[in-house]
């Protein structure tokens, strides 16, 4: 049993079934808001350390309802949507407990990683860590690219990947620690999977290594009984079965009518 299953057994019944649906709700009412108004809640939602302290508590859960960055409404409804099939089929695929934690678990990484850069943050990287989880359940499902274009999302996943490693190789260490931080929840739940994979790999080439060793280094079509003479010491050398000897007994031509037969006793 791992440790989410036993944390299930315990705070099972405070999971929020449809988390995700409730999020892209009020992610389409800010940007709505947002957008026909002049009134910008992204200042009042963002996860701001400096104005948590100065008591802006509420700033530790709405900056979740902080929409991608987009202006274009059409887009904004693909994008919401998008956010939903993914939350909601990993709900499905986990369980509403699971789905919860692996959410709370990806704000608690972005939270505490705020307070320790002391930079603002958004849910961006926690919508990606969705996306990942994803990719790495269902990673043949596809998505049209520019509404026409199929791809697979784990394709899609490779590239974010790509993105996530060189963020944390060129980015200054606080953008860093926001970049791993919200990877916690992913690592928390496909680490000891990818881990075994890893293993189970090692283990398979090492197999295959060892019985590569194992095979003869040369190998021979003729040999011949007597001598041993085989078609790479001399590719001109015929060789012949004698039907004389009891059992499948090769010679070159040299030994195939000058030998002693095989008999079985």
Not at 105 to 127: K, R
Not at 136 to 149: G, H, S
Request: charged share 20%; with cysteine.
């Amino acid at each position: 049993m791992r440790w989410y299953d036993k944390l299930e057994r315990k705070l099972g019944r405070f999971a929020i079934p449809n988390l995700m649906l409730y999020i892209v709700f009020l992610n389409l009412a800010v940007f709505i808001i947002t957008y026909l108004t002049d009134l910008n809640l992204y200042f009042f939602l963002i996860l701001d350390p400096a104005s948590v302290m100065n008591g802006e508590i509420w700033r530790l859960f709405t900056y979740i309802f902080i929409p991608p960055e987009t202006s274009h409404p059409l887009f904004m409804g693909f994008v919401l949507y998008l956010y939903y099939l993914i939350g909601n089929s990993l709900e499905h695929e986990w369980g509403t407990f699971k789905f919860n934690l692996f959410y709370f678990l990806g704000m608690l990484g972005t939270t505490l990683c705020a307070f320790i850069t002391g930079l603002p943050v958004t849910p961006h990287y926690i919508n990606l860590s969705l996306f990942l989880a994803f990719a790495k359940i269902y990673p043949d499902f596809e998505l049209l690219l520019f509404f026409f274009l199929p791809v697979k999302v784990k394709y899609l996943a490779i590239i974010n990947w790509f993105f996530f490693i060189i963020s944390l190789i060129l980015l200054p260490l606080p953008w860093k620690l926001a970049v791993a931080a919200s990877l916690i929840n992913y690592f928390a739940f496909f680490g000891k999977d990818i881990i075994n994979t890893i293993k189970t790999n090692r283990k398979v080439k090492k197999n295959k290594q060892e019985f590569r060793s194992k095979l003869p280094k040369e190998t021979t079509r003729h040999k011949c009984t007597v001598c041993g003479i085989t078609e790479k010491d001399d590719p001109s050398m015929d060789f012949r079965y004698c039907t004389s000897c009891d059992g499948d007994y090769e010679y070159c031509m040299n030994h195939l009518k000058n030998h002693e037969h095989i008999k079985n006793v």
